[in-house]
């Protein structure tokens, strides 16, 4: 049996960032009290400062405490310091008991609301997890058995027949290969997902260079599509970005299989960019674009299979977009795409801050 200690009940918790929230907020009040009062106002000026104190308070911090604390800290400060008689608590004082009431009740309402806000928001984030684990196990279990039985009926082929001429069994034991590294892909794309966990704060983020990112996933794309041209463009300026390199890479390795396998691209652009506070990474191509039809859902993992050349019909871009928007959402960024003039363009941003370019 375990037992919940009493700090740490979700209606009062306890925490450094929500002290010094408050600290922070009831010194500034006191301090403007101070400039109002030497600048000649009059009782009563006071009063308003501490109830926007005690909304601010309420607001940014979790639970009750800090409001609750904002509370008796304010009525005494307005009480003691800066209601005449100066310096002294007069519980006598007819404005006492309603400005009591009007900050505990600024802050109950105030919190509630917060609380309740927060739910809404943790509980919006959930569905679009669940909605995202739907999509994605909707997408395996329908894209994973073409492949899998193409093994079996290649390799069986090739076992049960061996009048098959050395050229037939290359070409069967191929299309094996192919669609193990397919299948491969696929579980990259499963394993990125368990790695980013259910929230934002579970990606391991360290700064990286992007550069080297890019040109790490570049290398392995030109290794398992040698005809595809690829490059990669980068500022002189080293930039660091906060982000997972492995969840990063799996999102450009699925952007430049895209462009490859789908859009039929001859050459493919890698480009990094810096953009205020953000990192943005482009992959362009020259291929057949993306059908207007799907450009609306086109990261929802709803997308059904369209028929590759050789008329299988097993490759689905909508599982690896799928999982390339969870990865980006997970580091905090945005991912867009578009068609161009030939070609389709896909580019996501991640967020930096100025001291992470270095020249």
């Known amino acids: 049996m375990t037992f919940r200690k009493p700090w740490a009940s979700p209606l009062f918790p306890v925490s450094r960032r929500d002290f010094l929230i408050t600290t922070a907020i009831l010194l500034c009040a006191v301090g403007l009290c101070f400039i109002l009062w030497l600048a000649g106002s009059t009782d009563g000026f006071a009063a308003p400062v501490f109830v926007l104190a005690v909304l601010l308070i309420s607001r940014l911090t979790r639970g009750y405490l800090y409001g609750s604390i904002s509370v008796i800290l304010g009525v005494v400060f307005v009480n003691f310091i800066f209601t005449y008689p100066y310096w002294a608590i007069d519980f006598q004082n007819p404005g006492y008991p309603i400005t009591f009431f009007t900050l505990l009740m600024i802050s109950l309402i105030t919190s509630t609301l917060t609380a309740q806000a927060k739910r809404q928001a943790s509980l919006l984030a959930e569905n679009e997890r669940e909605k995202m684990r739907a999509n994605l196990l909707r997408s395996v279990s329908h894209d994973i058995r073409t492949p899998l039985t193409s093994i079996v009926g290649s390799t069986s082929a090739v076992l049960e027949n061996p009048g098959l001429s050395a050229q037939e069994q290359r070409a069967l034991l191929e299309n094996a290969r192919e669609e193990a590294q397919w299948l491969i892909r696929v579980v990259e794309n499963l394993l990125s997902i368990t790695r980013m966990g259910d929230a934002q704060d579970r990606i391991a983020k360290e700064p990286e260079p992007a550069e080297e990112v890019l040109g790490a996933a570049a290398q392995k794309f030109r290794r398992r599509f040698p005809l595809v041209n690829v490059t990669v463009s980068a500022p002189e300026e080293l930039l660091m970005v906060p982000m997972d390199p492995i969840?990063?890479?799996?999102?450009?390795?699925?952007?430049?299989?895209?462009?490859?396998?789908?859009?039929?691209?001859?050459?493919?652009?890698?480009?990094?960019?810096?953009?205020?506070?953000s990192a943005r990474i482009t992959v362009r191509d020259d291929g057949r674009g993306i059908p207007r039809r799907e450009l609306d859902g086109l990261f929802d993992g709803r997308l059904k299979s369209r028929r590759s050349p050789d008329g299988d019909g097993k490759r689905n871009m909508g599982l690896g977009l799928s999982v390339c928007r969870a990865i980006v959402l997970a580091h905090g960024g945005t991912i867009t795409a578009k068609n161009l003039a030939q070609g389709a363009e896909f580019s996501f941003r991640l967020p930096i801050s100025a001291v992470e370019v270095l020249t």
């Open 247 to 277: 969840l990063i890479e799996q999102v450009l390795a699925n952007l430049l299989e895209n462009a490859a396998v789908h859009g039929g691209a001859a050459n493919v652009s890698l480009v990094l960019e810096a953009e205020g506070d």
